[in-house]
C-alpha cells in the first residue's frame, strides 16, 4: 500500500508547503482549505509519521487524533493557515475555482512564505510561488496529507457545529453531503443560505 514520504519535500530546496482541500463534493457548507509547512523533516515525530496519511483512508477517530498532535507541534516543527470559501462564493465563481481560491488563501495566509508549493491536483494556483500540481497527493506527500487532515477537521466541525442550527439536515452525520435524510430534509423544508444553489440536486429539486 502506498504510503505518503517527504520523498517530493526533499526534491525542492527551502521550506515546502502542502496544499489540499476538502468539501467539493456537499451540498451545504464551504470549502475548506489548509496549506501546511514541516520545517525539519528528520525531526519529525516517527509516531507521528506513521499515523499519517490520505485523510480519506483514515477513520474519523484517527483524524481526530492527527490533528490534535499536528497543533501541538504548531510552531515549533511545523506551520499552517485554513482557509474557507462559503457556499455563496462557490455558487458565484464554481466549486473549482473556489476551491483554487481556498487553497491559495490558505497560501497567503502562512507566516513564513514557502519557496515551493505541492499542489494536490491537476491544476496550480495564480502565484508566482513555484509549484508543482500533484494529482493523488495526499496519497504521496506527508505535506499534502497533512493538510488534508487539517482541512478534514476543520470542515467536519464546522458543519457539526451547523447541526445545531439546522438539526433537521443531519449535518453531524453527513457534513453536508447528499445523503438520503438530507435531501429528504431539502424537499421538506428548502435550502438554507448554506446550501449551494447551482448544485444540480438542489436544482432538480425545484427548491
Known sequence: MVKPSFDLERQHNGLVAGCD???????????????LTFFDYDNIPQ????????????????????????????GSLLEYEVSFVAAEEIDRINILQASLK??????????????????????GLKTNVPQTPVIKGDAISFS????????????DTYMTNLHQRYPQFDWASNKGYPTATHLAA?????????????????KTLGV
Not at 51 to 71: G, H, M
Not at 102 to 123: C, I, Q, W, Y
Request: glycine share 6%; net charge positive; aromatic share 4%.
Open 102 to 123: 481556498a487553497m491559495l488563501n490558505a497560501v497567503e495566509a502562512l507566516k513564513t512564505r514557502p519557496s515551493h508549493l505541492l499542489v494536490d491536483g491537476r491544476f
Open 21 to 35: 482541500e476538502v468539501g467539493r463534493g456537499p451540498l451545504a457548507g464551504p470549502v475548506v482549505a489548509c496549506a
Open 186 to 202: 431539502l424537499k421538506e423544508h428548502g435550502p438554507t443560505e448554506f446550501h449551494r444553489k447551482s448544485f444540480a440536486p438542489i
Open 47 to 74: 509516531e507521528l509519521l506513521a499515523l499519517i496519511n490520505d485523510s480519506k483512508k483514515l477513520t474519523p477517530v484517527k483524524r481526530e487524533k492527527i490533528y490534535a498532535q499536528l497543533q501541538n507541534h504548531k
Open 144 to 155: 499534502i496529507a497533512a493538510a488534508s487532515i487539517i482541512a478534514k477537521v476543520t470542515r
